[in-house]
């Protein structure tokens, strides 16, 4: 396979809107980085990050040298959660504009992602709070500039105009996408990643094989986005057992890291519809639950839904982890449940019921799915009818 022709201590350029870093030691980079930001004037910014990851990964010790060598002045928001909520995202937002900072860095998963680039929004928009971006009242423009250091292989956030947030008193967790919010420079080192849990490596490569499967299939999906899917979901099924039984197992983490970077690109522009439109509100609901998990629950039955709709598309890039699929309705219920059997052999075999969801839960899921901004954009574009009852069954189907 090509793969060994590459040398993953070599660290690549790799540019889509954003310049990556890319490779074992690409966090050294942030020395140049530094230096480009002071020579544009940014001499204050914040630091996004969640409690202990950007510490115990070894991030921090570069990002600090590096700041203080070029003369820049820092802050560090260290509070930023899983399924980061909009409470948070003005408390940061706060705390920037009262240091004076000028961008953001932010360091850790898709939550200190997405909380970063809500802030370097609310930097350019000091009036404005993370509520009205998250409910529509005003579409942005301008953020402030966003350096996007990467800790996992699953959101592909840090190549994207994507992010998240959840409003915790309406249950919503709504999704944006602006063009301002494109990070200037990410930084993909696959050695920040090899102290990931095992359960952390799973959920977020399932996150990234979901965004490629839904990119793959929407209604605006494309010839980049349905070749990406392929290549991610290979990659995936190749490299996640890998990881699993060893986690500094580098040539895994590089390749998972390609992989999610590349799902993040793919569906930048195929977008996504049903499986993440329905797992928002499952993390709104209960915001200590893990998005990739969601995301692993609902799939199969995701799958069962759409293969009829996109039979050629789904049998080319189910391939690798369920081999043999015909491009018709007949092999749905071979699909819906090769793709189970994959997620079991990655030991996720959860249902829904053993997170404490229940059948009488689903009217309120439904409801979400429909009433949270931007979900319903995400429904809209997917390659079937999305109406309350096929969203129930597919919640159902998952319990």
């Not at 059997?341 to 996720?348: A, F, H, I, M």
């Amino acid at each position: 396979m090509w793969e060994k022709d590459i040398d993953i201590n070599q660290v690549r350029e790799i540019r889509t809107r954003t310049l990556v870093y890319f490779g074992c030691g690409a966090i050294e980079k942030i020395e140049d980085i530094a230096k480009d930001l002071k020579s544009k004037g940014i001499d204050k910014l914040i630091v996004m990050s969640g409690r202990n990851a950007y510490k115990s990964t070894g991030a921090w010790d570069y990002v600090e040298k590096a700041l203080k060598h070029n003369g820049i002045g820092f802050i560090n928001y260290d509070k930023v959660t899983p399924n980061p909520t909009t409470q948070a995202i003005d408390e940061a937002a706060g705390m920037a504009k009262e240091f004076g900072a000028k961008a953001v860095i932010t360091i850790g998963g898709g939550s200190p992602t997405d909380a970063g680039k809500s802030v370097a929004i609310l930097l350019k928009y000091p009036e404005k709070t993370a509520a009205d971006i998250y409910e529509f009242t005003f579409t942005p423009t301008e953020a402030a500039p966003i350096v996007a250091i990467n800790l996992t292989h699953g959101t592909g956030s840090e190549t994207n105009r994507f992010a998240v947030a959840t409003i915790l008193e309406k249950n919503y967790k709504p999704a944006i996408a602006y063009d301002c919010i494109y990070p200037t420079y990410a930084i993909d080192d696959p050695k920040l990643m090899a102290k990931l849990s095992p359960k952390q490596t799973r959920y977020v490569s399932i996150d990234a094989v979901n965004h490629v499967v839904e990119a793959a299939t929407s209604l605006v999906a494309s010839p980049y986005s349905i070749s990406l899917a392929r290549e991610v979901i290979e990659l995936v099924g190749k490299y996640l057992p890998k990881a699993i039984a060893n986690a500094e197992d580098l040539e895994a983490r590089y390749y998972l890291c390609y992989a999610a970077m590349m799902a993040g690109v793919a569906f930048d522009n195929g977008l996504l519809h049903y499986t993440h439109a329905l797992e928002h509100p499952l993390s709104a609901v209960k915001p200590d639950f893990s998005h990739g998990l969601g995301l692993a629950i609902l799939l199969p039955a995701v799958i069962r839904n759409i293969y009829a709709a996109k039979a050629d598309t789904l049998a080319y890039i189910l391939e690798p982890i369920v081999p043999g699929l015909k491009a018709d309705a007949s092999d749905t219920e071979k699909a819906a449940t090769g793709v189970y059997e994959w997620l079991k052999s990655v030991d996720v075999p959860n249902k829904l019921k053993d997170e404490g969801f229940t059948d009488a839960d689903v009217d309120k899921l439904t409801e979400l799915a429909f009433t949270t901004p931007s979900l319903d954009g995400l429904l809209g574009i997917a390659p079937t009818k999305a109406d309350k009852e096929s969203v129930a069954k597919i919640y159902r189907d998952s319990l």
